[in-house]
């Protein structure tokens, strides 16, 4: 509790992040084309349309959330399919690599030709790029079981589904958690590549942005980028704070406090 | 229990003959201890006891029951050479771990002569009153060491399989958890089949002491253990003691000596 007011905790990041404002700012200030916009500029911009703004976050949000979601709900599920039948890893396994390692920039567009453009292939595509790494975290997790833990559990005939229960799946809570960082940002990235090319209808963050860049409206670019920035720390600080609330029996979930 | 055991391990190189026409009779309440020099199959042997691994060729029994069947019935009590507990579970979760799984063959009620006990009552015969609470890694190796034999008490199994429990202490908490374990199993008398490589820990709590030799894993000698319960410290002392672990030191160095190659095992 008490770090949280310490000065020697938050004076470094604070700051860090003035300096790189104060760096923004000489940039914009000397860059002579006008590309990059002030930062009175952008909190002018944000001032000025908070509405904008607020809307965008909660689309480009509510994809994130969907996406992440359904994604690993089905990446978990398979991957406890996986686990217990192997012909279900050798048949889907080689499918998912293949699908990890196609650039979501190729195939975005095709999925809006065929989903339309409203948000569902925004939800589509920010739920295939984060696929991966649930799938193969939850798949390790799920497997890094202490061996004669399962030992003592097949001497009590436990059935898989206390297995499962009472010992796979906590073991593999720290692999989801860690999955959880990597596919935090790479949703966000998911999302705006999603919006980009469906920019039109129910903007989200990544519309406002390739709309500004149409209509030359630096200001506007910037500040929606701050706000995907600012989206993606609480984000984070959110799976962080609840990651040491869940794994406080284990050593990455109960650094100093 | 069992009965011209033999079980070998493919490897790329061969076959391991790990264990060679085992026969091992264990009475009920018994406590047997199995010594033997690295690699000579003990692990094997109970594991194929506790219906890990199956058995290449022979017959094993619990008590009458296919090892399986035992398992499925819960009587047998496992201890694995780790502690094995669950961090994220505390000390009483983790001992209560047995009677939650499986519950269809959780035997009597609380309270019952020959059913199941309050974990928390185990904890504190065994000193661990303190820490119910705790989780294992709070706890030094010695206690999550207890907390494991707790753990395979509590359901009041038929049989206790004890794989070097004590292999991981430091020898002053060895010797005193030697006697906690005795205390706990004099009040149960349980059988229980217990695999060592301290002589003077298979002399201290056995009934008999089985000597193995490797290669293959062959049972080279059983030498009885007559020494009055209950045991204590002082045991260690006696003259009868002494003669008793000499004898199995003697047997044990002939076991290593005669280890002939086995037929089966490739040389490179
Ligand atoms: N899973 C396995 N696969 C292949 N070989 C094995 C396996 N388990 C054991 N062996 C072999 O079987 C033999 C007996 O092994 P085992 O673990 O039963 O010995 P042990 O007496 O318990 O040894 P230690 O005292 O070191 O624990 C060894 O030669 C070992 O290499
Ligand atoms: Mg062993």
């Known amino acids: 509790m008490t770090r949280a007011f310490r000065l020697d905790v938050w004076l470094p990041p604070v700051v860090a992040l003035g300096v790189l404002v104060l760096a923004w700012q000489l940039v914009a200030v000397h860059e002579p ?6 930062v009175p500029e952008t909190f002018f911009e944000l001032a000025h349309h908070p509405g904008l703004y607020w809307r965008s976050s909660v689309v480009t949000l509510q994809e994130i959330g969907v996406g992440l979601g359904a994604s690993f709900v089905v990446a978990f599920a398979l991957a406890v399919a996986m686990v217990h039948v192997e012909i279900v890893e050798r048949a889907l396994m080689p499918l998912a690599v293949a699908l990890n390692v196609t650039p979501v920039i190729a195939y975005a567009p095709g999925l809006v030709l065929l989903l339309g453009f409203g948000i569902a292939p ?3 595509v920010t739920a295939i790029v ?3 790494p649930f799938l193969v975290n939850s798949l390790v997790g799920l497997r890094s079981v202490d061996a004669s833990a399962l030992d003592l559990l097949r001497t009590l005939h436990a059935s898989r589904r206390e297995v499962l229960w009472r010992l796979r799946l906590p073991s593999s809570l720290p692999y989801l958690f860690a999955a959880a960082r990597i596919c935090l940002p790479l949703s966000v990235v998911g999302a705006v590549v999603a919006e980009f090319t469906t920019s039109g209808s129910n903007a989200g963050l990544g519309s ?10 630096v200001p506007a670019i910037y500040a929606a980028i701050i706000v995907l920035a600012a989206l993606g720390l609480v984000l984070t600080l959110v799976v962080v704070l609840l990651e040491r609330r869940v794994l406080a029996w284990h050593p990455a979930g109960s650094r100093p406090r | ?6 079980k070998s391990y493919e490897s790329g190189r061969g076959a391991t003959l790990a264990l060679d026409d085992v026969s091992l009779v264990v009475g009920r309440a018994q406590f047997v201890t199995i010594i033997g020099p690295s690699g000579c199959g003990k692990s094997t042997l109970l594991r194929i006891a506790a219906g890990l691994v199956r058995a290449d060729s022979g017959e094993v029994s619990i008590f009458g ?18 502690p094995a507990l669950l961090p994220w579970r505390t000390v009483l979760e983790n001992v209560r771990l047995p009677l939650q799984v499986n519950r269809r063959a959780t035997r009597g009620a609380p309270g019952d002569a020959g059913g199941l006990r309050d974990p928390a009552d185990i904890l504190a015969a065994f000193g661990l009153g303190e820490v119910l609470d705790k989780r294992p890694a709070q706890l030094s190796g010695g206690m999550q060491q207890r907390v494991a034999i707790a753990r395979a008490f509590v359901f009041d199994p038929a049989v206790l399989l004890m794989d070097e429990p004590f292999s991981a202490l430091d020898e002053l908490t060895r010797e005193v958890i030697r006697y906690e374990l005795l205390d706990l199993w004099s009040t149960r008398r349980t059988t229980v089949l217990f695999v060592t490589h301290s002589v003077p820990e298979a002399v201290a709590l056995s009934d008999a002491v089985v000597v193995m030799s490797p290669q293959p894993g062959r049972v080279s000698a059983l030498v009885p253990v007559e020494i009055p ?10 003259e009868d003691f002494r003669a008793i672990e000499r004898r199995v030191r003697l047997e044990l160095r ?10 089966g095992r490739g040389e490179q």
């Open chain 1, 130 to 132: 984060v696929f991966f």
């Open chain 2, 229 to 238: 319960r209950p045991r204590g410290e002082l045991v260690e002392l006696t």
């Open chain 1, 122 to 124: 925004r939800y589509v």
């Open chain 2, 254 to 263: 002939t076991a290593a000596g005669s280890g002939g190659r086995a037929p």
């Open chain 2, 65 to 82: 029951e296919d090892p399986r069947v035992a398992c499925a019935n819960k009587h047998i009590g496992f201890v694995p050479q780790s």
């Open chain 2, 1 to 6: 229990m069992l009965r011209s055991v033999s």
């Open chain 1, 33 to 38: 084309a006008h590309a990059v916009a002030t």
């Open chain 1, 208 to 217: 406002v942005i390739s709309s500004a860049n149409q209509q030359l409206d």
